[in-house]
Structure formats: structure tokens, C-alpha cells
């Protein structure tokens, strides 16, 4: 010990960085050593570490990576790899270490304000780190896999991504992209999903019937040449999807008429829409029909020539939400109210839904939010 100990803490401080798959007690005694070691070496060699410490109890296992996570989510200026730089992870062996790891899955864990919700950068932060821990690698684990999938979600519980492509990036481009589709029984790594993480991904399918009715049925009105049907979705989807957003949409079903089932085949749609897809029998064959259900209120807005059926929480007798076939003569006998689209550029029949849906389920809308 009468010799420098700065060579020795600067080896040594890069090895605890670099550590991967440590014993936890070992790490705590290294740590415990180097922050005494710096404390009584004055070399200003190792003032870089000396501040390190300081800064982020990076001797401190047990705290450094929660600070280093609380520090990320207060600086948005601030990008991961700086911020893991200026902590003392300035090699990729350090970056995908057992720090690092820990680091990432406290950041996870950071509860988020259920009114807030998080933005691109909080999931753009993600990727990156998880590209930094595995690379091109999937060697997912049930603890780090469980709070990639919860931390992802469950700060969703309350209502939806405003953004739509956020949430398309969050389901689709990340979870999907790193553990597959959900599959039946939900098995595999999304066997980690929490219940609330399960009822959040379920609500967000939704959105995938929706869109892909709007599309569809726009498809096919081009396809067909019918003007009125394809000017009427680009207003009702703003003021439908308004609502999804709010995340009070419970059930979405795509009712398709004969004529387009038989344009583009039943097993295509049926693979697309899977059990949220049912058959519209009504006397024009061109006419679909979107089921929603907001709470307790089920309404099936028609295309072309037709209405929007609402169903009040109060009628026994309306169709089940589920069933394989709809026609539409008897929608119109179970129906309690029928309203039709009219003055949608001045956003009158709008208005006027709103209000009977605000009547019957307290869901407010204001313009902005279903303008076009």
C-alpha cells in the first residue's frame, strides 16, 4: 500500500463497469473499496472517478442505477449514451454490463403520471438501450422481458397514446417486433405480461379494427366509384378514432356487405379482422356498417344511404355484440335512436352525436378533438 493506488482504481473502476453477470455481493465490496481507495488517493488521475462517484453514486450499486434512470427521464436534452458516458460507460462492454442492465430496468420501472403518459423519446430511449444491451440479439429473460413489455404499457391504463403512430411504434414495431405477435393463451415472453398490461394491449387491438375498416371500406369506395361513401369516412373516422383515444371504446367489429366480401374474398378479410369481422345483410350489398361500443352504448354507424343506430345501455333487446351476422332491417326495429350525417364540413351531425353519446356515457368531446 505505499505505492499509488491510482492505476490500481482506474483498473479496477473499469472492471466494475464492465462487469457482466457479477455475484452482488462482490460488486458491493468492489464498489465500497474503490469509493475508500479515492477518498485516500489524491492523484488526479482518478478525479474523473472521484467525480463519477459523486455525481452519480457510481460506486453504490444499489443507487446508481436508479439515479442514473431519474437523471434520463428529468433531461430530455439529454441522450443516453451521453449521459451513460459522462457516468463512466464509455466502451459497448461497459454500455451492455450489469450496471447498465440495472440502469435500464429502473428506468422501466420509473412510474409515470397516469395523466401524462410518455412520449417518442421515452420509447426511442428504449430501443436504443436495449440495442446497447443485446444488439441484434433476443436473449430476453422473464425479469427483463417482463418489465420491457409492463413498463411499456401499463403507464396506458388510464387512456391511449393522443399520437396514434405512437402507439403503433410502442405495439407493433417494438413489443411485436421483439416478442412476436400475442399469441393465443398469451404464452412465450408475453407470458409476462401483467393483467393490466393484457387489458391495455386488448383495448389497443381496437385500433386495429378501426383502422382497417376506414381503409378497407375507402378501398373499396374508390374501387367502386362511390362518391358519397368515400367523402362520408374521412370525417367519421376522425370523430370515432377521437374517441379511442379517450380509451372508452370497449368493442370494435367491421360489418361487411356482400359486395365487398365478395370483392376481396372472405378468408382475406377474415384473416384481417379475424372474430371482430361479421356479415351486414341489407338490400344495397355495398353497405358496411362500424359496431362500437363506448361504455355501455352500442351504436353501429352505417355507410352510404344509411344512419348511425344507437343502442341506449337501457335496451334489452339489442343485437349481442358478437354475433356472426347483422341485418339490418331488424337493427332498425331494435334501435332506440337513428341519426343521419348530415353538415359534416360544419360539423353538425358531430355535434349532435356528441351530445347524445355524452347523455348517455359522460364522455365529453370538444372540436379540436375530431376536426378534420
Known amino acids: 500500500m505505499s505505492v499509488s493506488l491510482a492505476s490500481w482504481i482506474e483498473t479496477l473502476a473499469t472492471a466494475y463497469t464492465e462487469a457482466s453477470d457479477a455475484n452482488e455481493e462482490g460488486r ?29 453514486d457510481l ?21 443516453l449514451r451521453s449521459v451513460l458516458a459522462e457516468a463512466g460507460f464509455l ?32 420509447l426511442e430511449r428504449i430501443r436504443e438501450w436495449k440495442n446497447l444491451l443485446f444488439g441484434e440479439s433476443s436473449a430476453w429473460d422473464e425479469v427483463l422481458c417482463a418489465a420491457v413489455i409492463n413498463g411499456l404499457l401499463e403507464p396506458w391504463a388510464a387512456f391511449n397514446p393522443s399520437e396514434l403512430e405512437l402507439q403503433k411504434e410502442i405495439q407493433k414495431r417494438t413489443l411485436e417486433g421483439w416478442f412476436g405477435s ?26 386495429d379494427v378501426m383502422e382497417d375498416f376506414f381503409q378497407r371500406v375507402g378501398q373499396y369506395a374508390e374501387e367502386t366509384g362511390s362518391i358519397t361513401m368515400r367523402r362520408q369516412w374521412r370525417y367519421r373516422r376522425h ?51 362500424l359496431l362500437l361500443q363506448i361504455h355501455e352504448l352500442m351504436l353501429i354507424d352505417l355507410s352510404h344511404h344509411g344512419a348511425a343506430y344507437f343502442f341506449l345501455p337501457s335496451n ?22 337513428s341519426k343521419s350525417h348530415h353538415g359534416s364540413d360544419a360539423y353538425l351531425w358531430q355535434s349532435d352525436f356528441e351530445s347524445l353519446i355524452f347523455d348517455q356515457t359522460g364522455v365529453r368531446l370538444t372540436l379540436s378533438d375530431y376536426s378534420v
Open 316 to 337: 334489452k333487446q339489442k343485437p349481442p355484440a358478437d354475433a356472426a351476422i347483422y341485418d339490418r332491417s331488424s337493427l332498425n326495429l331494435l334501435k332506440d335512436v
Open 59 to 79: 460506486f453504490s450499486p444499489d443507487d446508481f442505477p436508479v439515479k442514473l434512470a431519474c437523471r434520463l427521464q428529468n433531461s430530455p436534452d439529454m441522450s
Open 91 to 122: 466502451t459497448a462492454r461497459a454500455q451492455a454490463a450489469d450496471l447498465s442492465r440495472q440502469a435500464f430496468l429502473a428506468y422501466l420501472n420509473i412510474p409515470i403520471p397516469a395523466a401524462q403518459g410518455y412520449d417518442f423519446l421515452h
Open 182 to 207: 400475442v399469441p393465443e393463451g398469451w404464452t412465450g415472453y408475453w407470458s409476462a405480461a401483467s393483467s393490466l398490461s393484457r387489458q391495455i394491449l386488448e383495448r389497443w387491438m381496437i385500433l
Open 239 to 289: 370523430f370515432w378514432l377521437a374517441y379511442y383515444k379517450r380509451g372508452v371504446v370497449k368493442t370494435a367489429r367491421a360489418l361487411l356487405g356482400h359486395g365487398i366480401i365478395q370483392a376481396y374474398g372472405e378468408p382475406s378479410l377474415r384473416k384481417k379482422f379475424g372474430d371482430a369481422m361479421a356479415e351486414l345483410q341489407s338490400q344495397d350489398p355495398d353497405q358496411c356498417g
Open 28 to 56: 458491493a465490496w468492489l464498489g465500497d473499496t474503490l469509493r475508500q481507495w479515492c477518498d485516500v488517493e489524491g492523484h488526479e488521475h482518478i478525479d474523473v472517478w472521484r467525480r463519477r462517484d459523486r455525481d452519480w
